[in-house]
C-alpha cells in the first residue's frame, strides 16, 4: 500500500525530529529512490517535482501518521540513518548530479528512471547496503551459468 508523502514526513520526523521541511523534502527523494529500487513499487503517491533548488512535493504540510508496514518504515530508517545528518546543501549536490534529476528539471521526476538511478552498481555497492553488490552478483551469475550448462 502506497502511503502519503505527509506520512514518510512524520516517519522521518519521529527517527530525526526538528528537520526543517526543505531537508525532509530532499529526504523524501533518497526514500522514494530506495524504496522504489528495492521494492519496485513507490513509497508515496505524490509527485516529486525538480527545481534549481533540488526537490520538493507539492502539498506537503498536514500532519499525517506514520506509514503502516515494515518495508516502508525500513527504508524510511534506512534514508534517515543513511543521509539524515549530511547537510541540506550536500543533499542538493547528490541529488542535482543524479540522472532522474537532470532528467526531470523544471518537471516531474520519473520513476523508472529514479528506480534505475537507485539500482545502479554505484549506489547498490554500499558495503552497509544487504543487497547483492556487482561482485556477488557476478559469483551468483557464474554459478547460474555452470548449473543451467548442466
Known amino acids: 500500500m502506497t502511503a502519503t508523502a505527509n506520512a514518510v514526513i512524520a516517519a522521518i520526523d519521529a527517527r530525526r525530529p526538528g528537520l526543517k521541511l526543505g531537508k525532509q523534502h530532499l529526504l ?3 526514500a522514494q529512490g530506495h524504496h522504489i ?3 519496485g513499487t513507490p513509497l508515496f503517491s ?3 517535482f525538480a527545481d534549481d533548488h533540488g526537490v520538493f512535493v507539492a502539498h506537503v504540510a498536514a500532519p ?3 506509514p503502516d508496514g515494515e518495508g ?3 527504508t524510511i530508517g534506512y534514508v534517515v540513518e543513511r543521509y539524515g545528518s549530511l547537510s541540506p546543501a550536500d543533499l542538493r549536490a547528490v541529488i ?3 540522472q532522474p534529476w537532470q532528467a ?3 518537471g516531474v521526476v520519473d520513476l523508472d528512471e529514479l528506480a534505475a538511478w537507485f539500482r545502479r552498481d554505484d549506489e547498490t555497492d554500499d558495503p552497509d547496503d544487504e543487497r547483492p553488490n556487482r561482485v556477488e552478483r557476478a559469483q551468483v551469475e557464474g554459478l547460474w ?3 543451467a550448462a548442466r
Open 28 to 30: 523524501l527523494f533518497f
Open 104 to 106: 526531470a528539471r523544471g
Open 145 to 147: 551459468s555452470k548449473y
Open 96 to 98: 542535482q548530479a543524479s
Open 72 to 74: 516502508p518504515l525500513n
Open 46 to 48: 505524490e509527485p516529486i
Open 37 to 39: 529500487a528495492h521494492f
Open 64 to 66: 499525517a501518521a506514520q
